[in-house]
């Protein structure tokens, strides 16, 4: 009998628990890009993925492709405006960084800018990552500087 109470006891715990696991980021990480959207009156544009991206200067070279090799000057923030991190001349191939980079810097022509609005699954996922919490929308400012 006593085993049989300590078992209720702990399935009850159990599944009150509150996990992160419950969280539905996806959904979550649509309205607050869409919520920045409207907030900044922003004309963005919004993939298959779930990337929003707006483009701010044209540009006029070419557009990169998923494995190029590109040199951008970059800020990166959260939808509060918080900046996480930036950098000018950073280079990098294209399939070394997060997949909102790979895809959203293909839009951006040699020589323009935009913005990309990328959601947590195509950032740094669900779980905190060197100081990123976990389930983050991502904002990145990008200057395509030169394609290689």
Not at 91 to 109: C, D, R
Request: proline share 2%; hydrophobic share 30%.
């Amino acid at each position: 009998m006593k085993y049989f109470f300590s078992l209720i006891i702990l399935f009850s715990l159990i599944s009150c628990s509150d996990d992160d696991d419950s969280i539905d980021y996806d959904k979550q990480n649509e309205q607050e890009i869409q919520d920045y959207i409207a907030k900044h009156n922003l004309d963005a544009t919004r993939s298959n993925t779930g990337l929003y991206y707006v483009i701010e200067k044209e540009g006029i070279g070419e557009h990169p492709n998923s494995h190029s090799d590109v040199t951008v000057n970059y800020k990166g923030y959260y939808t509060n405006e918080q900046v996480f991190d930036q950098g000018d001349n950073i280079s990098f191939n294209l399939q070394q960084v997060i997949a909102g980079w790979t895809e959203g810097i293909t839009y951006i022509k040699e020589g323009g800018t935009g913005m990309l609005l990328i959601p947590s699954k195509l950032g740094y996922g669900y779980n905190d990552y060197k100081g990123i919490p976990g389930g983050s929308v991502l904002i990145f400012d990008i200057d395509l500087l030169d394609i290689k």
